[in-house]
Each structure stands twice: as C-alpha cells, then as structure tokens.
C-alpha cells in the first residue's frame, strides 16, 4: 500500500512565524502536491512539484514556498504565517509510471494561526 | 476552461436506499476521472476511476460510477447506502490542459457531503 505521511496531524503557531510543513512518501513516486483545504472551496493546488529539485506553482502560492531536495520528501513552508493561512493542508503523491496519475493523499494537517 | 461542478453541496439518504452523488466535467480531449473519499478529520480516499473502456466502473466499498460522455457527467452511485458512507466525497479529472501531460495534476469539484440517517 502507497503510505502518505505527513509531520503533524495538528499545529497552532503565532502570525510572523515561520513554518515547515513535512511530507513524505514511501512509493518513490515522482508527482508530489500540496494542498489546503477550506470549507465550501474544496480543494486548491498550492504547489507541486513532479522530479527531485522541481516545483511549479499551483493555483494559490502566494505566501508560501517549497523543497524538494529528496525524491520521497516535499516541504511546504510558510515564510510568515499569517490567519488567513489557517487551514487543513494536505499533501498527496502519484507516479506517472503507473499510466494514469491516481493521486494518494496524506491524513492532513490542520494548520491554526493566531 | 477545464473543470469539475459537483452541484449539490449535500446529499440525504436513508440507510438502505440508492445514492446518487453528482459530478459534471469540462475538459478537452478524452477525461481520465476520479472520485475520492473524505471521513472527518483524515485525508483523502481513493475510490475509483475512469480511464477507458465500460462507462460503469466499480470501485472500494460497493461504489461504482457511470461516466456519460455526452452528458459529461461521471456520477457516483451505491445501491444501498449505510451509515457509516457518510462523508464528503470530491470528484476530480487529469489536468489535460498545455504543459500539463507529466505533471499529474488534477482538477477537484467542490465536494458533496453525503449524510446517511438509519
């Protein structure tokens, strides 16, 4: 079974801090994707990245960045977390060889900032 | 512009009756489709998808969906609910739009939640 793992399942940081969020998957799959979460706006794609050391922007990446120094690990960082970045975030990984890109996703982190 | 409209924010069934979740799509060229699954508080669950062949397509936990290509709609369906289906399900397609062929990408609707009362 693909396993999706993410840092933490719960985060509560102060507005200006700076913030890591960890993912990593054990499939060696090349896609990776992260997302947040917000009631009645379903899922928006912040960034993803689909080899080692490459990432594109998705539809929302204003306020954050990302890593990819490792083929299983892909980081979402918030440079200064501000409130309107409190949300669940979720992080998903799928392999091009496989045919057709299912998507395997992480149990989430929800992320509050005060 | 690509897309996926799930027009119903909320479904309600009785235990033991059909569901219904609807999902319409907008993209070009042939679709590849998905339906996944979110219980509170936990990621996303793959439930099945569509890439080609026969429209009906059978998916984990008794679900199945029917993709119509001239209504381009893909809708999930179960032929006799339970509680425990309760949950917010997504319906998402493959990005086909330029520069996306390897990146995987993946366009969501906005989910349904779907209630099941015993």
């Known amino acids: 079974d693909v396993k999706v793992t993410q840092s933490s399942r719960y985060l509560v940081k102060r507005t200006g801090e700076k913030v890591f969020l960890e993912c990593v998957q054990d499939?060696?799959?090349?896609?990776m994707f992260w997302y947040r979460q917000d009631p009645g706006l379903g899922l928006r794609l912040i960034y993803f990245?689909?080899?080692?050391?490459?990432?594109e922007k998705g539809d929302i990446p204003e306020g954050y960045s990302v890593s990819r120094e490792k083929k299983e690990r892909f980081s979402l960082i918030l440079e200064s977390a501000s409130t309107n970045q409190t949300s669940m975030y979720l992080c998903?990984?799928?392999?091009?060889?496989?045919?057709?890109?299912?998507?395997?996703f992480g149990p989430g982190t929800r992320l509050l900032v005060l | 512009a690509q897309s996926v409209a799930q027009p119903e924010d909320q479904v309600n069934v009785a235990e033991g009756n059909p569901l219904t979740v609807k999902c319409t799509y907008s993209?070009?060229?042939?679709?590849?489709l998905f339906w996944y699954v979110q219980y509170p508080n936990r990621g996303l669950q793959f439930l099945l998808k569509?890439?080609?062949?026969?429209?009906l397509v059978k998916g984990s936990y008794g679900f199945e969906a029917e993709f119509n290509k001239s209504q381009t709609s893909f809708h999930l369906k179960k032929p006799s609910a339970l509680v425990s289906d309760s949950a917010l399900y997504f319906c998402?397609?493959?990005?086909?739009?330029?520069?996306?062929?390897?990146?995987?990408?993946?366009?969501f609707g906005q989910g349904t939640t779907l209630q099941v009362k015993p």
């Open positions: 990245s689909y080899d080692v050391k490459m990432k």
């Open positions: 998402a397609v493959r990005d086909m739009g330029p520069g996306s062929s390897n990146t995987g990408k993946l366009i």
């Open positions: 569509y890439i080609t062949g026969d429209n």
């Open positions: 499939m060696d799959h090349e896609n």
């Open positions: 993209v070009s060229g042939n679709p590849y």
């Open positions: 998903a990984s799928s392999s091009r060889l496989a045919g057709v890109e299912t998507q395997y």
